[in-house]
Structure formats: C-alpha cells, structure tokens
C-alpha cells in the first residue's frame, strides 16, 4: 500500500536524520559545525524522537488512526532509558508501561502541557499516513498524537 510506504520512508528519513543530528543536540549552533564529516566507522544511535516515532507508526499501522491510549501504551512498552528522554519523561513512561492512565501523568507530569519538542520531533510519519487527508482531518489527527 502506498500509504504504508510513504510511512515507513518518513520514518527512515527521520530515524537517519535524528541519529545525524544527535551529535548537535544540546550545543549552541554554528554554523562551521554543518561542515563536520563524519566518521563512517562510527555508530550513530536514534534518540527518544526515532523511538516515540516508531509508537506512533505502530499505532498508525495497526489502528489506521491516532489512539490515544494506545500509542499512550506503545510509548511506555518502547522506553529505552538511554534514548536521551528529557528527565520528566523518565517519570512518565514507566508508570506508562505498568498500566497508569496518561491523563492523570499528564496532569501531575506536565501541568498546563509540555513545553518540549518531541510531538514536533516525532509527527513526520503521520503527516505520510494523511497526505491525502483533508486539513481538518490533519490537525485534528495530529493533536490527538
């Protein structure tokens, strides 16, 4: 299906691009740094934006829409400490994994909302998976995510 693909290659070109860009994050930007090459012996590693990414295409594969209490899920299952989670997600997805609802960690956690980037980090997939969607059907689809 070419939904299913255009899904899966966003989330390449985003996987390939956050394990690029880690290196960067967390420094002030210059420009002289974009000149950098790389070491092509090195391994470079996805971060919590890839992995979150990939609860999101699970969802969206499996559910044909944004569920909230199950991609809710599929973030605390996914947790990998290591990924570079901001410290309150450390707090959140683990209670995920053993079942807590995400609104009551929602309100506790994050009281008025987050004030992070990773639903931006993360929506490249589901803007594949609605392409031909109506506008509407987007912004509502990604609010839920």
Same mark, same amino acid.
């Given at each position: 299906?070419? !939904?299913?693909?255009? $899904?899966?290659?966003?989330? $390449?070109?985003?996987?390939?691009?956050? +394990?690029?860009? +880690?290196?960067?994050?967390?420094?002030?930007?210059?420009?002289?740094?974009?000149? +950098?090459?790389?070491?092509?012996?090195?391994?470079?590693?996805?971060?919590?934006?890839?992995?979150?990414?990939?609860?999101?295409?699970? $969802?969206?594969?499996?559910?044909?829409? &944004?569920?909230?209490?199950?991609?809710?899920?599929?973030?605390?299952?996914?947790?990998?400490?290591?990924? #570079?989670?901001?410290?309150?997600?450390? &707090?959140?997805?683990?209670?995920? !994994?053993?079942?807590?609802?995400?609104?009551?960690?929602?309100?506790?956690?994050?009281?008025? #909302?987050?004030?992070?980037?990773?639903?931006?980090?993360?929506?490249?997939?589901? #803007? +594949?998976?609605?392409?031909?969607?109506?506008?509407?059907?987007?912004?509502?689809?990604?609010?839920?995510?």
């Amino acid at each position: 299906m070419r !939904r299913n693909r255009l $899904v899966l290659d966003s989330l $390449v070109g985003l996987s390939v691009g956050d +394990a690029l860009g +880690a290196q960067f994050e967390g420094h002030r930007f210059e420009l002289g740094r974009l000149d +950098a090459s790389f070491d092509s012996d090195s391994i470079l590693l996805w971060t919590d934006d890839t992995q979150m990414a990939l609860a999101l295409v699970e $969802v969206l594969l499996e559910a044909g829409e &944004v569920q909230q209490d199950q991609l809710a899920s599929a973030f605390g299952r996914r947790y990998q400490p290591l990924r #570079g989670y901001g410290q309150s997600m450390h &707090v959140v997805l683990p209670q995920l !994994r053993e079942g807590k609802d995400w609104r009551e960690l929602q309100e506790t956690v994050f009281p008025g #909302g987050s004030w992070g980037n990773g639903a931006a980090m993360r929506v490249a997939p589901l #803007g +594949a998976f609605l392409h031909d969607a109506p506008v509407g059907t987007v912004i509502a689809e990604a609010e839920r995510s």
